[in-house]
């Protein structure tokens, strides 16, 4: 598009007469709210852009909302021709462009070429007419790609900025409406007074005042400022009268005149009623008092000052009959004042009955005192009103307006913001789920009662069957018949029901609670529908990446229904929930792959005959369930049994490939001669320098050897050697754990190949059991190294006497409770008994000797 054709679309928001007066009204009322730059502030913040702009569109652009540039850097009016807005007000969707600068429509403008804009997408703002009023937009200074979720996420945020926008408009025709009120009542001259007779304070309003000539600095506020402004002929009588009304705690009604300083005399009407105190003594004087003087009957005054105001009015006797109506009051009650004259409200206005209405007249004739409430009174009015009621000596006076729209306004406002704030905890709920029921267990509680009375979230597992994990009704007692109800109703339901509609075409299906009902079988699924009494329900597919892998049924109660607004958000958090449940199951793939291989390259253990051996490998719960520990146990050709525990620094796909060719490497170089423990960890360091690995870890080996006489004599030499790992523990016959001498462990692997290591020997006896672990087995986050190793002391201690497997799976028990922070790898063997007797010289308690390192190793 040329500049030219940017000046035809303005040219078209100019020549729509009913358009460009909307957008008049709604820019006359938005100034200054701040509700518009939290939405604008909301809209970047989502969708990640950097800054945001609210414009209003009539001959010019107007910002009424922004976020994200510097104060005083918006331009408040731009000319239609000179912004990209233009276009996305005139645009059949939301006006995507990644990069303005190459765009041709748009490269030309101002903020494109001053490289404010550089991304950009902006939606409309339709009104409930139908006329575009202006645009929401988001952008970037640098190019990105928009998404089909960033512009939808973008309309329903201008549909609430919308909403904002009537709100505001709503808000300020109704504050225009008071001030006409107290104008009218202004205009009329008609002043309040309040004497407390306890303390003699009496209190007058400014119209009072100013009838009787006073300031608020000059008037002391008692009843001598009142008595001194009184013609002194109409003192007495009035004075007469007043007493008559405290004495007989009833009504006074006077006229009088008064002497005001200026020189002026004027006539004033006064009422009024004494009310009694505990006692039955009139503790205070209520009324109101206007200037007659223009006109000394009053009626006609006041009567005309009553069908001049913009609000509704009636007047009620004590035996509550309307004696007063006004033309507004005939309007939004709809009926003329003939026929309501003489009539009794309760009896006239039926659902005023046991109502707030009745509740409220009668506390404010009871207790003198005005009152104020929002009320909605049904057909056929049905509509919401703005009352204030006082007592009056002839009864009630009663003023009211008609606030439906603005109520409608205000709650369809704070329903946006509920969906908002539902999609913003659904992304924050799901956006670490990486498990079934963590994606999607948790959902109903979710969008119950927001967008729905009650929920139930419906899953595909991997063999394709459908089942209900997850359910939630806003009403407690009936949380149990929901849970039943799930637990039935899949396996009732036909394949023509909505829920199967929706999972095979991934489109979502709305239905009648009646037409599911006769779609059940007889029986208790449908006993539990009738129950539940739902009103209508709707499916909406849970999506995945080309697939549909769940439902989210929503269940709408008895005069209840989804609106268009609910639907879109219902698909956004389903299409949100199916994304999450689709990530968790491609966790749980690779999670299963890698762990698979991993589990691929640690082979089972040989079964020497002079010893039992036991592996055991646990993944870490998180992160990637894969990592660099390792175990290995084999027989060297000189029938030694070796046993190697390991572990590569990291927590990665590299480290367990890593790992994988350590251990490859070490069971080549241990396998080909019988070199001892040193000797194979001195090789394996000179083989990682020269493939250069790139890799660290430590590495723990042990052989065990037998001569003939030590074979006689029922014992076992252990060597081993150690590259910054643990070292072995061991158990002896008795029960009992042996503490190795103090050791220090050698350099880790891949540090430097020629670093010298050394080699320690542990004389064994027979059913002597060595464990060879990795630190995942003792390290926490909670706890340091040291503590650990005294657990597992203890726990060692605790299950000696059990046979060799079943010792391993108790200390992962007891240790990580079968969920470790980290790999853990295990190896263990246990020496057999022989029925020989034991040396004399070797006592059933003896600590295993240490014999010093070999010089040569």
Not at 126 to 141: I, K, N, R, S, Y
Not at 286 to 295: I, M, Q, R, S, V
Not at 635 to 657: K, R, S, Y
């Amino acid at each position: 598009m040329r500049a030219s054709d940017v000046e035809l679309a303005a040219e078209a928001l100019r020549s729509d007469p009913a358009r460009l007066r909307a957008a008049r009204r709604l820019r006359g009322a938005q100034a200054g709210s701040p509700a518009l730059d939290r939405l604008v502030e909301l809209a970047a913040r989502l969708l990640g852009a950097q800054a945001g702009q609210i414009s209003l569109l009539d001959d010019v652009q107007t910002v009424a909302g922004v976020a994200g540039l510097p104060p005083g850097s918006a331009t408040r009016e731009t000319g239609l021709p000179d912004t990209p807005c233009t276009l996305a007000a005139t645009g059949p969707d939301a006006l995507v462009i990644p990069d303005a600068r190459a765009d041709e429509r748009v490269a030309h403008l101002p903020t494109v070429t001053g490289g404010l804009v550089v991304a950009y997408l902006g939606a409309p703002l339709t009104d409930g007419e139908g006329h575009v009023v202006g645009t929401l937009c988001v952008f970037d200074p640098l190019p990105r790609e928009w998404t089909e979720a960033d512009a939808a996420t973008l309309r329903q945020l201008a549909a609430s900025v919308v909403t904002e926008l009537e709100y505001t408009a709503l808000t300020g025709e109704y504050e225009r409406q008071h001030l006409r009120w107290r104008l009218a009542m202004d205009a009329g001259r008609v002043g309040t007074f309040d004497w407390d007779l306890r303390t003699g304070e009496l209190v007058w309003d400014d119209p009072l005042m100013a009838v009787f000539g006073y300031t608020p600095e000059d008037f002391d506020g008692t009843i001598t400022a009142f008595n001194r402004r009184l013609h002194p002929d109409d003192l007495p009588r009035v004075s007469e009268a007043l007493r008559a009304c405290i004495d007989g705690i009833g009504d006074f009604e006077a006229e009088y005149r008064v002497e005001r300083p200026d020189g002026d005399t004027r006539w004033v009407q006064a009422r009024g009623r004494a009310l009694a105190g505990p006692d039955g003594r009139a503790v205070r004087l209520l009324g109101a008092a206007y200037d007659t003087t223009e006109d000394r009957t009053g009626d006609v005054r006041v009567t005309r000052v009553l069908e001049a105001m913009p609000a509704g009015f009636y007047s009620l006797d004590p035996e509550w009959r309307f004696t007063h109506v006004n033309a507004e009051a005939e309007r939004l009650l709809g009926r003329s004042r003939e026929e309501l004259l003489g009539e009794v409200i309760w009896t006239s206005f039926p659902a005023t009955v046991n109502s707030v209405w009745e509740e409220s007249y009668r506390s404010a004739v009871r207790t003198g005192l005005p009152v104020n409430f929002d009320a909605h009174y049904p057909a056929p009015l049905d509509g919401w009103y703005e009352v204030r009621a006082w007592p009056t000596p002839e009864g009630l006076s009663v003023y009211f307006i008609e606030v439906t729209e603005r109520k409608l306004a205000r709650d369809h406002a704070e329903r946006s913001a509920q969906r908002l704030a539902l999609l913003a905890q659904v992304s924050a709920e799901l956006s670490g789920a990486l498990d079934t029921r963590s994606a999607t267990g948790h959902l109903p509680r979710l969008v119950v009662p927001t967008l729905a009375e009650w929920c139930i979230v419906t899953v595909v597992d991997a063999d394709g069957r459908a089942r209900d994990v997850g359910w939630w009704h806003a009403d407690p007692s009936r949380r149990a018949l929901v849970e039943r109800y799930a637990a039935v109703r899949l396996d009732a339901m036909p394949a023509t029901s909505p829920v199967a509609r929706a999972l095979l075409a991934g489109e979502a299906v709305r239905a009648a609670a009646a037409e599911v009902r006769t779609l059940l079988p007889t029986g208790e699924a449908q006993d539990l529908l009738t129950a539940l009494a739902p009103e209508s329900a709707a499916c909406l597919p849970l999506r995945g990446r080309g697939r549909t892998l769940g439902v989210l049924t929503l269940y709408a109660g008895v005069g209840e229904s989804l609106t268009r607004e609910d639907m879109i958000t219902a698909q956004d958090v389903a299409d949100r929930a199916g994304l999450a449940l689709d990530n968790a199951r491609l966790y749980a793939q690779q999670q299963q792959l890698a762990e698979g291989l991993q589990r691929s390259l640690l082979t089972e253990p040989p079964e020497p005959d002079h010893a039992e051996i036991a592996v055991r490998y646990l993944p870490a719960v998180e992160a990637a369930r894969v990592g660099g520990d390792w175990y290995d146990a084999f027989l060297q050709p000189g029938g030694a049994t070796m046993l190697v525990i390991g572990d590569v620094v990291g927590h990665d796909t590299e480290a367990a490939a890593a790992m994988g060719q350590l251990r490859g490497l070490l069971r080549g170089i241990a396998t080909y001669s019988d070199a001892p423990p040193v000797e194979v960890l001195r090789g394996l360091d000179t083989s990682m320098a020269v493939l250069q690995t790139h890799v660290l870890a430590t590495a723990a080996v042990a052989r065990f050897e037998q001569t003939d006489d030590e074979r006689r004599r029922g014992i076992t030499r252990m060597r081993w050697a150690n590259a910054g790992h643990l070292p072995p523990l061991v158990i002896n016959p008795d029960g009992s754990v042996a503490e190795l001498a103090a050791w220090k462990g050698d350099l880790l692997l891949g540090v430097d190949a020629s670093t010298a290591r050394q080699e320690s020997v542990v004389t064994l006896d027979r059913g002597s059991t060595v464990l060879l672990f990795t630190d995942g087995l003792v390290e926490r986050r909670d706890a340091d190294l040291d503590a650990g190793m005294v657990r597992l002391r203890e726990a060692l201690a605790d299950v000696a006497h059990l046979p060799l497997q079943q010792l391993l799976d108790e200390v992962l028990e007891r240790l990580v409770d079968g969920r470790p922070e980290d790999d853990v790898a295990l190896v263990a063997v246990r020496l057999h008994r022989q029925d020989r007797p034991r040396p004399a010289e070797a006592g059933p308690n003896d600590v295993p000797d240490v014999v010093p390192p070999d010089p040569a190793g």
